[in-house]
């Protein structure tokens, strides 16, 4: 059998009704920004393998350091003993950070480095003798992760629906722009003695559709709830690590977000790992003699050496002479092809942050998840050897940071025929 049948026989895929799922193209390996398949044929992987290859595939100094690091010390349970790239991870990004970030606490992936963070906050209040304080504060269209406290901060949806009677209690808003600013802020200040936390996706909601808001009106909702003394969440698992144009999307903010949350592009898209920071205000409520203010959350594979090797090997190319550079091209770009989108006729909307780009077809009341365009739009662009997986009608590129001009090119040229075949 084909290595195609031999899954369909035994793998339940992620986001798939497997019943009438397309057929899994079954890939045997990746260069750069090019994934292969068993029978020779190479894709565009333009979408970052969800978000999460921002150096390419198979990056030679990635795996000469995990290498390095599986022939020393491949895990150590983390309760009780440390490890040299556990701390230097932490030592590197801590400065990189907006802000005072103090410590990192590690876990696995986007969606436990957001239920660290809920953790944090609400027994935050618990700690400091104001456990009255438990609501939340999100954006309605958010998406923070698939595990139950991320799916409540997360907007209800069809991911949500079968347990919207198990997900706890949340004030949504509306994303702010200049004509209900005054109105969520006021929604706040009413909310202000019962609200714990503030969770957002600075200025990018990514699996929504990639909405884009601007950071002033961020800004101002984090003064708001610093006000009162709310907590502040930035989930930076898309946007983090050069995405928008900046290391983190936060570096646009004049107000610093308390706790960060961060994965995909952390270990440049090599294997799994998160990791939730916080401010001296956040870690000091749990320093204390009474042992019931510990902060009590762990994972098997917490702060895995060759997991953390890898982060500190796409920090290093992160941080090389040539990626930046790579950013503002990749951006200026999609700027460029944008500028020839305006106005067509089959697209309700063009946004661009960075190295992101989306185009949201017209497609009357057919615009959710679930949306008939969807899968021609992915069949057309997989014809032709490039890996675009639209988000109902959104279609967007994400690429590796590395992909070439000639690529990028390609992929625009495919995408104005599309518009003109489909």
Known sequence: MSLAERDKKVIWHPYTQMKDALPHIPIVRGEGVYLFDEDGKRYIDAVSSWWVNIHGHAHPHIAARVSEQLKTLEHVIFAGFTHEPAVELAERLLPLLPGKQEKVFYSDNGSTAV???????????????????????????????????????????????????????????????????????????????????????????????????????????????QKHGILTIADE???????????????????????????????????????????????????SNDQLKTLYHGHSFTANPVACAASLASMDILLSAETLPNLQRITAKHGEFALTLQGHPKLKAVRQAGTILAMEWETGNDSSYLSGLRNRLYLYFLERGIVLRPLGNILYILPPYVISNDDLDYIYKTITQALNEI
Not at 143 to 168: E, Q
Not at 205 to 223: F, P, R, V
Not at 239 to 252: D, I, L, V
Not at 263 to 276: E, R
């Open 115 to 225: 239920e660290v963070a809920l953790k944090m906050c609400l027994q935050y209040w618990v700690n400091t003798g104001k456990q009255g304080r438990t609501k939340i504060i999100a954006f309605k269209e958010a998406y923070h992760g698939d595990t139950f406290g991320a799916m409540s901060v997360s907007g209800r949806s069809i991911f949500t629906d079968p347990f919207k009677g198990l997900l706890f209690d949340v004030e949504f808003l509306d994303l702010p722009h200049a004509g209900n600013i005054e109105q969520l802020k006021s929604k706040i200040n009413y909310l202000s003695n019962e609200v714990a936390c503030f969770i957002f996706e600075p200025m990018v909601l990514g699996a929504s559709g990639m909405l884009m808001y601007e950071a002033a009106y961020l800004d101002q909702l984090i003064e708001t709830c």
């Open 237 to 287: 698992v898309m946007t983090g690590f050069g995405r928008t144009g900046k290391y983190f999307s936060c570096e646009a903010l004049a107000n610093s977000p308390d706790i960060f949350c961060l994965s995909k592009g952390l270990t440049g898209g090599t294997m799994p790992l998160g990791i939730t920071t916080c401010n001296k205000q956040v870690f000091g409520a749990f320093l």
